[in-house]
């Protein structure tokens, strides 16, 4: 492997932490999302991050570290997203991954992974407290594991820790010197679903409601992108991993996908990546997930 983040087949796998539901789990309660398309003309091109610039979270690229937790990283950030989107700019946060990780003790194994559907519906459940990254320090939950790099001389972040951290424990408190108490700090979900597996119905979806959450099969070539229309041409899977796709577009005739990912600026397309759309490349049009904020009243917040 000649990626400079991931050094081997294993250092990849740790952060690959989605989780697929077991064969023996209970019947899905939630719904698929179709829409009737056919006197609808979806555009080229659209990106979440230029129709809604005001939306911080939208295009912030956050680092999961050396944690497979990126089920809780793409989950939190596109419920993030639409909170801002459909308070129209009123509620601009970043929803905790930390509280996520920590506190949903039946999403999965935190750090060791876990299952992306089962976060939102701890967000409608439960709810989810604000947390920024570790450097921002922001909000009542934030990350607890700085942004580093894999590079051989790292010069913007730290290294890497040679050892995947383990889950930190779940704290119902804010941190010290935050203006708010943790259950009044949370944000609710109203609604989750599928999106239809229909590269059409998924664009709708983004248009409509904003980012998407998807997940991906990773082979072992993805650790080497740097730039360009992404398609896999190694047939080694390593794992499955969890995304948020912000947008698409078409260059040279070839459609694909604006995705953000977890692993920090210095990878990829400063922190995203393009990938192949309309095929179903790697599965990410097979599972993708949404839904839908409460929008608190502005004499909720505090």
Not at 2 to 17: A, K, T, Y
Not at 39 to 59: G, M, Q, Y
Not at 84 to 98: A, Q, Y
Request: net charge negative; aromatic share 12%; proline share 6%.
């Amino acid at each position: 492997m000649n990626s400079s983040r991931f050094q081997n087949i294993n250092d990849l796998r740790e952060v690959l932490g989605e989780r697929a539901e077991p064969a023996n789990s209970p019947a899905e309660r939630w719904s698929t999302i179709t829409r009737d398309l056919s006197n609808i003309e979806l555009p080229d091109e659209f990106d979440a991050r230029k129709v809604w610039p005001h939306c911080k979270t939208i295009s912030k690229i956050r680092d999961q570290s050396r944690c497979g937790s990126c089920w809780a990283f793409a989950t939190t950030g596109v419920m993030s997203d639409r909170l801002c989107i459909h308070s129209n700019g009123t509620v601009n946060v970043d929803l905790s991954v930390r509280d996520v990780v920590s506190c949903c003790d039946y999403c999965g194994a935190g750090c060791d992974g876990g299952y992306s559907r089962r976060a939102w519906d701890y967000w409608i459940t439960k709810g989810i407290v604000t947390g920024g990254t570790y450097e921002d320090k922001e909000g009542c939950q934030p990350y607890p594991f700085p942004a580093c790099s894999r590079e051989p001389n790292p010069n913007l972040f730290p290294p890497c820790p040679r050892e995947p951290y383990d889950t930190p424990e779940c704290q119902q408190t804010c941190v010290q010197g935050y203006n708010g108490t943790y259950e009044k700090d949370k944000y609710f979900g109203k609604s989750f679903y599928y999106v239809a597996t229909d590269e059409k119905q998924i664009r709708q979806e983004i248009l409509l409601n904003g980012p998407v959450q998807a997940s991906m099969s990773v082979f072992a070539d993805f650790a080497n992108y740097h730039s360009g229309i992404y398609h896999h041409t190694v047939h080694y899977y390593v794992g499955s991993h969890a995304i948020r796709i912000v947008g698409w577009g078409e260059q040279y005739g070839v459609p694909y996908w604006i995705v953000a990912n977890s692993w920090n600026t210095d990878w990829g397309e400063d922190g995203f990546f393009r990938i192949l759309r309309g095929k179903d490349e790697c599965a990410i049009e097979t599972s993708v997930q949404a839904g839908l904020p409460q929008i608190r009243r502005l004499s909720d917040f505090h």
